[in-house]
C-alpha cells in the first residue's frame, strides 16, 4: 500500500494541488466547510433523536431539513479528501491520526446505514408513539461521538507531522 501511495503522490495532478499556491488552501477551505456542513446537520438531528433538543419538531420532519445538508457536506468531504490525500499519501498513510480518522469514518458510515435499514425504517410511528426508540438513541450517540472525534483527528492530523 504505500508502494501506491509514493506513486499517486508522485502522479502530475498530486505533485500540482500540492506545490500550488492557490488550489490546495482553496481546497483545504471546501474541505472544512463540508465539515461544518455534516457536523452541522448531523448534530441537529442527532440531538432532536437524543430528546435534548428540537422536541417539538418531529425526527422524519427534522430529517427531511437536515439530511439534504448532510449528503452535501459529506460529498464535499468525500471529493476534497481524496484529491487532498493523492496530494499528501505517503504522509497521511504513515500518519495514525489520519488512520484514526479513516477507521472513524467508516463507522460512521456503518452507522448510518445500519441505522437507515433497520431502526429509521419506522420514522413515521415514532411520532405517533411520542418517543424515540432506545436503538435510534444510541445510533445517534455514536454519531455525535463519531463526527466529533473526525473533527478532533482532522486536526490532530495537522499536528504530527502532516502537510501544511
Known amino acids: 500500500?504505500?508502494?501506491?501511495?509514493?506513486?499517486?503522490q508522485s502522479t502530475g495532478w498530486a505533485t500540482w494541488v500540492r506545490e500550488s499556491d492557490n488550489f490546495f488552501p482553496a481546497?483545504?477551505?471546501?474541505?472544512?466547510?463540508?465539515?461544518?456542513?455534516?457536523?452541522?446537520?448531523t448534530s441537529i438531528l442527532d440531538l432532536r433523536m437524543l430528546g435534548w433538543w428540537m422536541r417539538d419538531r418531529s425526527v422524519s420532519n427534522l430529517a427531511a431539513l437536515t439530511l439534504p445538508?448532510?449528503?452535501?457536506?459529506f460529498a464535499s468531504n468525500f471529493i476534497t479528501g481524496v484529491i487532498l490525500f493523492g496530494a499528501h499519501a505517503?504522509?497521511?498513510?504513515?500518519?495514525?491520526a489520519f488512520r484514526v480518522k479513516i477507521l472513524m469514518v467508516?463507522?460512521?458510515?456503518l452507522?448510518?446505514?445500519?441505522?437507515?435499514?433497520?431502526?429509521?425504517?419506522?420514522?413515521?410511528e415514532w411520532g405517533q408513539r411520542g418517543?424515540?426508540?432506545?436503538?435510534?438513541?444510541?445510533?445517534?450517540?455514536?454519531?455525535l461521538f463519531l463526527w466529533f472525534g473526525i473533527v478532533a483527528m482532522s486536526r490532530v492530523i495537522g499536528f504530527t507531522g502532516a502537510q501544511q
Open 69 to 73: 445538508w448532510a449528503k452535501a457536506g
Open 90 to 96: 505517503t504522509d497521511m498513510y504513515t500518519n495514525t
Open 131 to 143: 418517543t424515540t426508540p432506545s436503538s435510534a438513541k444510541v445510533t445517534a450517540a455514536i454519531s
Open 106 to 109: 467508516i463507522g460512521a458510515c
Open 27 to 41: 481546497l483545504y477551505v471546501v474541505h472544512i466547510f463540508g465539515f461544518i456542513l455534516l457536523v452541522a446537520s
Open 111 to 124: 452507522n448510518v446505514l445500519l441505522f437507515e435499514i433497520t431502526t429509521y425504517r419506522s420514522v413515521e
Open 1 to 8: 500500500m504505500l508502494s501506491f501511495c509514493h506513486w499517486l
